[in-house]
């Protein structure tokens, strides 16, 4: 079949040369047949056209390929590998798909859009990050990722290189290669080495990198970076090496060019202070920065680029002080730039001008001496071996000289900037491997081409032999590996180029001797060139001139100028003026310039193993040229590259005008062909380029096969066979052990060939359908003919008889039509004539009419006339009466309202307006009388104190003027001063007599303190006597002991009884006095104005309990009373009185407690009467109620304290309410009735305190003696040994008891009284400035009144008692919602405090019965059980074991037969005991535990998602639980009353419920995290990739890439994941979490992250990959996702929002399967997706990509159409979703319905230290 194949056939596409367009494309019109001279085309414009063909001047065209193969990822997919079809695929991506990035093969051809694309973002780096390089869409980031993935593999290092023109692209190729390493490869430390990486591009933009006329931020260097990496892969550490920097563009600059970017960075931000000493000004001033002639750049902003440059600089560590150095460094160039130098008269010598301002600054900022710099830029030396000359120079060599020194030193500064960058990057640990990227300038051809494009181009033949060879391998590699047959492929080898540059007498060697020749020109050189290489093949001499020289290098011809080449190789710098600026006072600026040996061939920090050593040269550093640097730098580039593996990245520049997305071919064939893209493909073309595994060709192509092929089950050896029989040259393909390989055009021959069959099939089919249509539509045509005919025959019967109906009809018609005719005629007639009778009778009758009118409308007229005239004479009299009337009337008017103002002022018409107020002005009145009395009895008072002080001064005068008459005047003073004297001698006698008095009191507190201490000691001297005596009377009176402590008691008793006899009367002079009281109150109640509710039901509350709980009157009660107090102010307060009924309950209650307290004294002695066993048997009792009663007495006493403290300041805060509020009379009134009956209250409660206090004492004293009795009798029963103590010892212990019990009586008393004394006393202080104040603002209030009128004064006082009222309203409802609170809580707690008090009145009750009847019947120590009230209790010391049981060593599955959550239920009950016994420390404790236990267990199996999800279900519902039994209304209104009843009591533990919160947000991050990371791996195969359809999905031709060493190469190939796999694995997830009983709401958020991560990856892969961009990849991805969907609603998932989710990739998938042609189409397409951006749906257009050729592609016209249409949405700039993207969680509170004492723990957890309650 290959031998009678005829590619040059009819309709064969071809392509032609073309002077514009390069190639164009054209179609054979006629079968080409071998050895015609002409081929027949027709171009597509339709022109004909005759093809010249020869054997030697035009071959035959090149083929086109396909439709199908035309945009292709990788051009090594291509089935034609030719020149055209290269450019016309990188054009159809670039125009029409706007893809900027193409495979060729390892090379990646990046074509720069002059736009900025939003493809380099955070979510496109995870996109690529783990993919192999096939996979997804040629990118910079899978290069990156793929040198990164064979770096980590195989543990060798990676080299990126990145070439191409100036303007392509290549430093942002670059810069976006390290920050996908950056990002990737981030560091581990908190060193941030990928920040500091990224920090040194814009330092190296700024001083390398300038504006020309093809690229506006060109890289005038070349540079080889560095980024090491640690044995985790993590970046530590950079280095960086610079090639060539362009010296020569700071001294100068092309026309509408620039010089580097820092100096007009400095020049626009010279404003700033910190530049103010630069002396800088705009860059238009300075020569070097204004050659050519445009200082600014279109979108760039310099003063920002520099704030950047000096961030980054910062962030790598250069101090500011450095950074102020490089600045006027940078700056000192500028102005030596601007340093005049003028010639003088004989043309040979010259100076700089005078007071030079730019040469000032120039020694200024770098501090050098302003004489030598001026005397050495105008003159050099000359030393020979014998002396030295100074000689002048002309003015063009002193300006060359400047300029030189110009760019020295911006070379050495450069140089610096590097080395500190490398500094700040280097790192001291151990590198275990690096990945460079070489960023250097690609092949350079110019009109006039010099000394850089020599060494660029020598540079770039150097990279082009490494890239040939590489390339070469690679092929090799593959064959070997595949073990196929092969022959050695020819490839062009630039070594001999090379060596014309390189070798030995080479270019480079020749111009090195030139420049040591003391007088040689480049004219010589130029000559030795033409001899020496005159043989070379790749040398030419041009024929217009001599100063030229032409090399042939792999790319082109270039000829270079040779003028320049020995000055630039040379770069002379002369030696005096580096030496000037090595004695610079600066210390960077003299660094810069000391010799440093092997600083240029200094290695790099990475170590390389060369391939070759390069020999060391001889000379010091600064005798090599640039050359020779240069030749040496490159070697060892060289070396570098070729022990690493090399990674490609080309850079196309598609146009020279820098527009965006337009492709002009010639210019980027002509670098196509420079960057050896062609001759990759030339490479692949001569070997096998088009590959293809064996499953992927049977896909594709058994459609070729025929059905008896299918019986082997082999299908490599169906693969062979077909083969075989397709193709009979063997040599066409060659079998590898994965891959089948082929020459070129031998896929499209196969492509041809299933097209074929294809197309017949289709043929077979269309006869086939066509047949059958034509019969369906014959039957259709004869059943509607005979149908036809059956209605045509109807019809026709029809209508005859409709004719006869009709004619019947019409002479009906006609008869009646005649007849009604005739009758009008006739009535027409008639009507005439009736109407001509009529007219003419109408006439005569009007005009006799009108004559009638005419008459009457005169006499009319008259009588009106007549009457008007009567009717205005009558108006001029009336108004002339009114007006007399009026002025009468006005004059009376102003009388009585005069008179009427008079009486407006009086009192008696204000008591009138206002009757309703009446009332209120009298009790004003009253009030203001009463004060008025008041007032004036205090000035009857103060006139009498001052009358008698005057009558006292009148009557001093007299005595003084009697004094005056008797003595003269000078007698007169000396009386006085006299008298003077002795007032002083008495005040000194008077002070002396106090200090003998302090003395004396001094003297006598000493003196009784040691009698105190005397006293003192005798006691003790007493008391040992009297124990000596005690013990002799002992063992003298063992039987009266007995009979004396029973008659002591007997004492006691009767003393006690008398007490009690006493203390019941006084009690009931306490009730008669409440009663009296509150009848006083309620009167007062009557009095006072305005309506208040008395809320005495809070005190009817507390009083309807039968419990005397303490703590509930007095902390409930006396909080609240004082709250109430604080909240109704004290107007309300004084009428309220509860809070009196409260403190008069508190004494009935201290009352109760004296009873009771005497009942046990009862109790006692009748227990004293006891003897022997009994007293024994019953101690044990007595001491329990004993003990008992201490601690209810101490807890009555510290009550009361509180209490007595509390009424303390609320006495104070009615006062200061009193104080503020200026209250009025009766509420004075009011006030001191309050503070008696507190005080009265108060007093009554020291009363009863003291009277328990004697009772404590008479008790404790009793039952010592009861003890001293017993004691007695027992060693009286003992034997001889023991012995009773006298008598005197009971009575001295009585006595002394007395008297300290009286002393603190009378002291108690004492301090009641002066407390009493000072509270009258503050009253009254407080009573006098109320009433000050109230007198006051009366006063005010009568002076505002008298000043108003009457009106305002009317309304002022309403206005006033609007106000009150209103205000009074307000705090009513305040304190009624107030009261209604206090009521809840009281309540609350009311019934807290009374089950305390039965539970601890019960368990001493049951106490007392065990004890008292254990040895009587055991059965009675039987209790009935009670019920299990959901609680269990636990030891302190076993919290820990509860912790490790429940939490650290459970595991998911040994609870999972029992109630889900169990731990959570387990834990919450022992909370709940804790709550019940009131222990605060055990709840924060085992809260506090089992929070940091589940986090240290999440910590150890962060990975395991059945752990997350138990734990996520367990937190979670212990938080619903502490929710459900917190007692708050909102989460109780789903509860049972059961479980109202376990509600927590005593702790509100709402912050840790908020901490549990937290933790559980916090396992839901981490459950997803750990769920996401094991389906990702899933996502992409399951849904993209897997035939979920069988037999759906096609397979195209593939390229190298997919066939490249980043894809898993081993047997089993790479893990592949189907839809159901995913599936299960989501139902796995869905069932753990229901297992675990995790609430449906929290499973269905897990499960809508899962479902939008899915759709996120999913739509992500599908944006990057143009393989899967297909109609049955959508018809796959639709079917798939109704899987998903199917699965939520099984699993009653649908409601979670999971579906929603999905929303973009079914409208993706839809996309892909609707039909993309018209206008129509289009607005369905922008109708239909509203999930999808429109950067996604544009880029899925573009990437669309047809299977077969029977699809159509997206044509440019239909996107600009879908564009057009979507300009008006607000999409936001981002083309893929974020992967990373949560959803904000919610725990929705559901209550559980499980009952807490139903709850069953297994015995398998081994909690049997748990006690149920």
């Known amino acids: 079949m290959a031998s009678e194949y005829n590619p040059y056939c009819k309709f064969t596409r071809v392509w032609i040369p073309d002077p514009d367009e390069v190639w164009k494309a054209a179609e054979i019109t006629r079968d080409y047949k071998e050895g015609e001279p002409v081929l027949h085309l027709q171009l597509e414009d339709g022109t004909p056209l005759e093809y010249q063909v020869g054997p030697k001047s035009n071959a035959l065209p090149f083929l086109k390929n396909p439709d199908i193969l035309v945009g292709e990822n990788d051009l090594t997919a291509l089935s034609y590998l030719h020149e055209p079809a290269v450019l016309h695929n990188l054009r159809v991506r670039f125009l029409e798909s706007n893809n900027i990035y193409t495979y060729c093969g390892i090379v990646l051809v990046a074509i720069n859009p002059y736009e900025q694309l939003q493809i380099y973002g955070e979510e496109v780096i995870t996109a690529y990050s783990g993919q192999n390089m096939g996979d997804m869409d040629p990118h910079i980031f899978a290069v990156a990722e793929e040198a990164y993935k064979q770096m980590a593999r195989d543990e060798k290092n990676q080299s990126i290189i990145v070439s191409g023109e100036s303007g392509a692209g290549k430093t942002v190729s670059a810069k976006y290669a390290m920050r996908y390493f950056a990002t990737v490869g981030g560091s581990s430390s908190d060193a941030n080495v990928e920040e500091k990486v990224l920090a040194s591009n814009p330092i190296m933009e700024a001083i390398g990198n300038a504006k020309t006329t093809r690229n506006d931020n060109s890289s005038r260097f070349g540079k080889y970076i560095q980024i090491v990496f640690s044995k985790h892969y993590h970046i530590i550490g950079a280095n960086m090496r610079t090639y060539l920097l362009e010296k020569s563009r700071v001294v100068f600059q092309a026309e509408d060019e620039r010089n580097y970017h820092i100096f007009y960075q400095l020049c626009a931000s010279a404003s700033l202070p910190e530049f103010e000493d630069l002396s800088l000004a705009s860059a238009e001033d300075f020569t070097y920065t204004s050659l050519g002639e445009n200082i600014f750049i279109e979108g760039v902003n310099d003063a920002e680029d520099l704030r950047r440059t000096r961030e980054a600089f910062t962030l790598l560590g250069i101090k500011e002080s450095s950074q102020s150095s490089i600045f006027k460094i940078v700056a000192s160039i500028l102005h030596l730039g601007n340093v005049e130098i003028i010639s003088e008269r004989d043309g040979e010598s010259c100076h700089v001008a005078r007071k030079d301002v730019h040469l000032e600054h120039f020694c200024r900022l770098l501090g050098v001496e302003l004489k030598q710099v001026e005397h050495w830029l105008c003159h050099r030396k000359l030393a020979t071996a014998s002396e030295t000359y100074l000689k002048k120079m002309s003015s063009q060599q002193a300006q060359n000289a400047r300029d030189a020194l110009a760019k020295h030193i911006y070379a050495r500064l450069f140089d610096w900037i590097v080395e500190h960058i490398n500094r700040a990057l280097q790192t001291s640990a151990k590198q275990h491997s690096f990945i460079g990227v070489l960023d250097i300038y690609g092949f350079e051809t110019f009109e006039v081409n010099s000394f850089e494009q020599f060494c660029i181009n020598y540079a770039n033949e150097k990279l082009q032999q490494q890239f040939n060879s590489h390339v070469f391998k690679l092929e090799q590699d593959e064959y070997m590996k595949e073990e196929i047959c092969w022959t050695r492929i020819d490839f062009y080898d630039n070594q001999p180029c090379i060596d014309l540059i390189e070798a030995r007498l080479g270019i480079l060697d020749l111009l090195d001797e030139e420049c040591k020749v003391p007088k040689g020109t480049d004219q010589n050189w130029a000559q030795k060139l033409y001899k020496q290489n005159s043989s070379s093949a790749h040398f030419q001499k041009p024929r217009m001139s001599n100063t030229s020289f032409i090399i042939i290098h792999f790319a082109d011809k270039v000829e270079y100028q040779c003028e320049g080449f020995l000055e630039k190789n040379r770069d002379t710098v002369y030696e005096e003026q580096i ?445 040992t006597e009297k124990d000596e005596l005690n013990r002799r009377i002992q063992q003298q009176a063992k039987n009266s002991a007995e009979e004396a402590s029973s008659a002591s008691l007997q004492t006691e008793l009767d003393q006690e009884r008398e007490r009690y006899q006493n203390l019941l009367k006084e009690f009931s002079r306490l009730e008669q006095r409440y009663d009296n009281l509150k009848e006083e109150m309620s009167l007062n109640k009557q009095f006072h104005p305005g309506h208040h509710r008395n809320p005495s039901n809070q005190s009817s509350l507390e009083s309807d309990s039968n419990y005397p709980s303490v703590s509930t009157s007095e902390v409930g009660d006396t909080e609240d009373s004082i709250q109430q107090v604080d909240e109704m102010g004290l107007e309300k307060a004084a009428m309220d009185i509860s809070l009196f009924m409260k403190l008069q309950k508190r004494v009935r209650e201290l009352e109760t407690e004296r009873k009771r307290l005497q009942l046990n004294l009862d109790k006692m002695e009748e227990l004293a009467k006891r003897k022997g066993s009994d007293a024994r048997r019953t101690s044990d009792v007595e001491n329990a109620d004993l003990a008992y009663n201490n601690l209810k007495r101490q807890e009555l006493e510290s009550e009361n304290k509180k209490l007595k403290n509390d009424l303390n300041d609320l006495r104070k805060t009615i006062a200061e309410r009193a104080t503020q509020d200026g209250a009025t009379g009766e ?170 008090v039965q539970e601890l009145e ?301 929303e973009p990739i079914i409208q993706a998938a839809q996309l892909l399967q609707v039909k993309k042609k018209t206008s129509q189409d289009a607005e369905a397409i922008c109708s239909l997706c509203t999930a999808l951006t429109v950067q996604q749906i544009v880029k899925i257009l573009n990437l669309y990509t047809p299977l077969n050729e029977f699809e159509e592609r997206v044509t440019v016209s239909f996107i600009r159409n879908i564009q057009s249409n979507l300009q008006e949405r607000n999409d936001p700039p981002q083309l893929l979703m974020d992967t990373k993207h949560t959803f904000p969680v919610l725990f929705p509170y559901t209550p559980s319905a499980l009952s807490l004492e139903g709850m069953h723990i297994p015995a398998s957890l081994g909690l049997d230290f748990l006690i149920r309650v």
């Open 579 to 1023: 030496n000037i600026l090595k004695a610079s006072q600066f210390p960077l600026v003299a660094d810069l310039f000391q010799d440093k040996d092997g600083a240029a061939s200094k290695p790099s920090k990475v170590n390389v193993r060369a391939l070759k050593t390069v020999p060391k040269v001889p000379n010091k550093e600064h005798r090599k040229t640039v050359g020779h640097q240069f030749r040496s730098s490159l070697h060892l580039l060289m070396d570098t590259l070729n022990a690493t593996t090399p990674h490609y990245v080309r850079c196309i520049k598609p146009n020279d005008f820098k527009e965006a997305f337009s492709f002009d071919s010639r210019r980027a064939v002509q670098q196509l062909r420079a960057c050896g893209v062609l001759e990759t493909i030339r490479i692949s073309a001569a070997g096998y380029p088009s590959r293809w595994t064996y499953p992927d060709f049977f896909s594709r192509y058994r459609v070729l096969m025929k059905k008896s092929d299918f019986t082997s089950a082999d299908k490599k050896q169906v693969c062979r066979n077909l083969l075989e029989t397709l193709v009979k040259e063997p040599d066409m393909f060659q079998f590898g052990k994965t891959k089948i390989f082929f020459r070129a055009g031998q896929v499209a021959y196969l492509e041809k060939l299933r097209t074929d069959r294809f197309r017949s099939a289709c043929i077979k089919i269309q006869k086939t359908v066509r047949g059958w249509l034509q019969r369906i539509r014959y039957r259709k045509i004869r059943a509607a003919a005979v149908g036809l005919q059956r209605y045509g025959r109807g019809y026709l019967a029809r209508r005859y008889a409709e004719l006869l109906r009709q004619n019947r009809a019409a002479l009906i018609c006609q008869k009646q039509y005649r007849m009604v005719r005739e009758r009008r005629r006739y009535l027409r007639t008639r009507r005439a004539v009736v109407t001509i009778q009529a007219f003419t009778r109408g006439m005569f009758t009007r005009r006799i009419y009108w004559e009638f009118l005419l008459h009457h409308k005169a006499m009319v007229i008259q009588k009106h006339v007549r009457g008007w005239l009567q009717r205005t004479r009558y108006r001029r009299q009336r108004d002339a009466a009114v007006t007399i009337q009026c002025a009468f009337r006005r004059t009376q008017a102003k009388r009585q309202l005069k008179q009427l103002k008079i009486e407006a002022r009086s009192a008696e018409h204000l008591k009138n307006l206002n009757t309703g107020m009446e009332n209120k002005i009298v009790q004003l009145q009253r009030k203001m009388d009463e004060q008025s009395k008041e007032y004036r009895s205090q000035n009857e008072q103060l006139l009498s104190t001052n009358s008698a002080l005057g009558s006292e001064v009148a009557k001093l005068q007299k005595e003084l003027q009697v004094m005056r008459s008797h003595k003269p005047d000078g007698g007169q003073v000396v009386a006085l001063q006299q008298e003077v004297e002795a007032l002083q001698e008495a005040l000194q006698e008077a002070q002396a007599q106090r200090k003998r008095m302090e003395e004396e009191h001094g003297s006598e507190k000493l003196s009784l303190a040691q009698r105190v201490e005397e006293l003192e000691k005798e006691n003790a001297v007493l008391k």
């Open 1227 to 1396: 509420l004075q009134d009011s006030y001191n009735l309050l503070l008696g009956q507190l005080k009265a209250a108060g007093e009554e409660l020291d009363a009863r305190k003291e009277e328990v206090l004697i009772l404590r004492t008479q008790i404790v004293s009793s039952v010592q003696q009861q003890e001293q009795s017993v004691r007695t009798e027992g060693e009286a029963d003992g034997g001889p040994d023991g012995g009773a103590e006298p008598a005197d010892k009971e009575e001295a212990l009585k006595a002394y008891h007395g008297l300290s019990e009286s002393k603190k009586l009378l002291e108690a008393q004492l301090q009641n009284q002066a407390r009493r004394h000072r509270d009258e006393l503050e009253a009254l202080n407080t009573q006098i400035e109320l009433l000050k104040d109230d007198l006051e603002k009366k006063q005010e209030h009568l002076n505002n009144i008298s000043s108003l009128s009457p009106e305002a004064r009317v309304e002022y006082t309403v206005q006033q008692e609007l106000n009150r009222l209103s205000n009074e309203n307000l705090n009513l409802k305040e304190l009624l919602e107030k009261l209604e609170k206090n009521e809840r809580k009281l309540k609350k707690q009311l019934r807290i405090y009374m089950k305390k």
């Open 1402 to 1702: 019960a368990s001493l009750a049951a106490t007392q019965n065990r004890t008292k009847h254990e040895l009587t019947r055991q059965v009675t120590l039987q209790r009935k059980e009670k019920d299990f009230e959901g609680m269990l209790e636990y030891v302190k010391e076993d919290e820990a074991r509860l912790i490790k049981t429940l939490i650290t060593d459970i595991r998911p599955g040994s609870v999972s037969a029992t109630v889900p959550c169990l731990p959570a239920y387990i834990l919450f009950m022992c909370i709940r005991h804790a709550d019940y016994v009131n222990d605060d420390q055990k709840v924060v404790s085992l809260l506090t535990s089992t929070i940091n236990a589940i986090k240290k267990v999440l910590k150890r199996n962060n990975d395991d998602f059945e752990m997350m999800s138990f734990w996520l279900a367990n937190t979670s519902r212990l938080l619903h639980c502490l929710k459900q039994y917190s007692g708050e209304e909102a989460f109780m209104t789903q509860n049972t009353a059961k479980q109202n009843e376990h509600c927590l009591k005593n702790f509100d533990l709402a912050e840790y419920r908020q901490i549990l919160s937290d933790l559980s947000i916090q396992i839901y991050q981490q459950l997803i995290k750990v769920a996401e990371g094991i389906i990702q791996p899933m996502i992409v195969s399951a849904m993209l990739e897997s035939e979920s359809i069988p037999s759906l999905a096609g397979v195209k031709p593939m390229g190298y890439r997919n066939r490249s060493s980043s894809m898993d190469t081993d047997a089993d190939g790479p893990t592949s994941y189907t839809l159901q796999g995913l599936i299960r694995q989501l139902a796995q997830f869905n069932g753990t979490m229901r297992d675990h009983g995790m609430d449906p709401e929290i499973a269905g958020q897990v499960v809508r992250q899962l479902f939008h991560l899915i759709n996120a990856v999913t739509l992500n892969n599908l944006l990057l990959r143009k393989d899967v961009c297909s109609w049955s990849t959508g018809m796959q991805l639709r079917y798939n996702t109704s899987q998903l969907e199917e699965w939520l609603r099984a699993n009653n998932l649908f409601q979670s929002k999971a579906a929603a989710t999905l």
